[in-house]
């Protein structure tokens, strides 16, 4: 794993975290139980908020390189003025919370050039009010486009090995924001054989990175679904040889490997059995030496 791999996906993570939490204020907002403090997990300057580490985010991979893709310039400037519409927002939260109620609570000691001064404040909130909620009408429709250009980049970094089995961890969250048809649509354009493929490719990111349960149980569920599958077989039997023997299960680790081994693979799989067998011999040593 590169450290470009794991930004670009810590990117879409954020990017989904901007999009659900905007939600949240969005709906708070509209059952008016929105206050200053539950909008700063949304938004806020001092670098706590997941806007402000998504548009810092953007700043770093995107803004100054040369390399960057047009689709990656365009998404840096769009969060970009998201972040700046929804400050907006949030300084008008701000006077509504705090300027409004006070003003209410000195009128009855004011003279009437003061009381003036009062009913204007009044005045410019409401004019707040509504300013607030045509911000919110146009923070939706950021968040629309910011969205639709995030498939673009799932698209672009489709080649990133942890793509996969981000997409496959997070399928309810990505159907709660494109619905099932546009998430089918996504999977099919990344996958040509959609769900199937998408669930080998994050089999193969696991197994990859080591993670031997997941992947086994994932190698194993696109067996059951494909019982022609040979290379998942053999991936199910090679991952869970190294799953049972990280877990002491030489019994099992020994039995697992024999199989795969032991498959007519094509020649493509033969480092693979190369490291079965190297393991296999580490296990029989280490079950002598116990015997000793």
Known sequence: MTNLEKKQVDLIKESICVYTKCMDCRAL???????????????????????????????????????????????????G????????????LYQLEFYRPNSYKVTEKLVDSELKIVREIEHLMKKTEKRLTEGFKEIRLLMK????????????????????????????????????????????????????????????????????????????????????????????????AFYFYFRNRFTRTLAFGDKAVNMDMNVEYEGYKIKLRALMDEVTKEVKNKRL
């Open 29 to 79: 907002f509209r059952n008016k139980t929105l206050n200053f403090a539950k909008i700063d997990d949304f938004v806020e300057d001092k670098g706590n908020s997941c806007l402000f580490k998504l548009k810092e985010m953007c700043h770093v991979l995107y803004r100054n390189s040369v390399e960057a893709h047009y689709k990656e310039k365009l998404y840096d400037i769009t969060v």
């Open 81 to 92: 003025y998201i972040f700046h519409e929804a400050m907006k927002l949030r300084e008008s």
């Open 145 to 240: 486009e910011l969205v639709g250009q995030l498939s673009g980049l799932i698209m672009l970094y489709k080649d990133n090995y942890l793509i996969p089995r981000f997409v496959l961890k997070n399928e309810k969250m990505l159907i709660s924001i494109y619905g099932k048809k546009g998430f089918r649509s996504l999977i099919n354009e990344l996958y040509h054989d959609g769900k199937p493929l998408l669930l080998y490719k994050a089999a193969e990111s696991y197994l990859e990175s080591e993670y031997y349960d997941i992947a086994r149980r994932l190698f194993k569920k696109i067996s059951i679904i494909d019982r022609q599958d040979k290379s998942a077989e053999f991936f199910y039997m090679y991952a869970s």
